[in-house]
């Protein structure tokens, strides 16, 4: 059976498991297993700082074609075509990208005592988070959406593609099943609502 992460496992109940998958119901510590749901979201600022990065990935592309070269110092280099004649090149230039643009968090606040829960950061829960070494995302403070007003059951699947034993071979990361555990690779959380009416709210591939 794939682990259930162990973030998460603290709070959660296994409904099944089949194959790479497992799924289990959330829960608050006081017991109660109902929760309003918000997920982060950039502010006017950080959009505003977004839009030169973007702007120029949209500035790279050519119908006559675009590339990327690497230099010794180890520097990514865009190039476009400008024209037919294949000597018509320019190279361009792309701002790094932000540490905040990929970072997806959603949280749960549980309605009868409160306590909010982490369900998922993108920094630190999944393959690419438990892999990956040097980030420049962890101190960024995400701001959120306000929380549903829809209160749900939430149910997380969680599917890892590797086992314990291909995760070493991979990586190299000879840590505990439980490290292996947080390194899945998707993620998708269900609410069931009054109705027992079952949605999606979220899912993020994280490999
Ligand atoms: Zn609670």
Request: proline share 4%; aromatic share 12%.
């Amino acid at each position: 059976m794939v682990p259930i992460p162990k973030y998460l496992v603290k709070n959660s109940t296994l409904i099944r498991h089949k194959g790479n998958k497992v799924i289990v119901a959330f829960q608050c510590d006081c017991g109660s297993n109902t929760f309003a749901v918000a997920r982060n979201k950039l502010t006017r600022a950080e959009r505003e700082l977004l839009k030169p990065y973007y702007d120029a990935l949209e500035n790279s592309l050519s119908r006559y074609g675009s590339w990327c070269t690497e230099d010794e110092n180890g520097q990514i280099h865009y190039w476009k075509q400008l024209s037919d004649d294949q000597n018509d090149v320019t190279e361009v230039y792309i701002p790094p990208k932000p540490p905040f643009a990929t970072v997806t968090v959603l949280k749960a606040k549980c309605t009868s005592c409160g306590k909010e829960h982490i369900l998922f950061d993108s920094r630190i829960n999944g393959y690419d988070a438990m892999t990956s070494e040097d980030r420049d995302d962890t101190e960024y403070v995400p701001h959120y959406n306000i929380y549903s007003k829809k209160q749900y059951n939430l149910e997380i699947c969680i599917e890892n593609d590797e086992s314990l034993e291909e995760f070493i071979e991979a990586t190299g990361i000879k840590e505990s099943e439980e490290f292996y555990s947080d390194a899945f690779s998707w993620i998708a959380i269900y609410g069931i609502d009054e109705n027992q009416k079952r949605r999606k709210l979220f899912d993020l591939e994280t490999a």
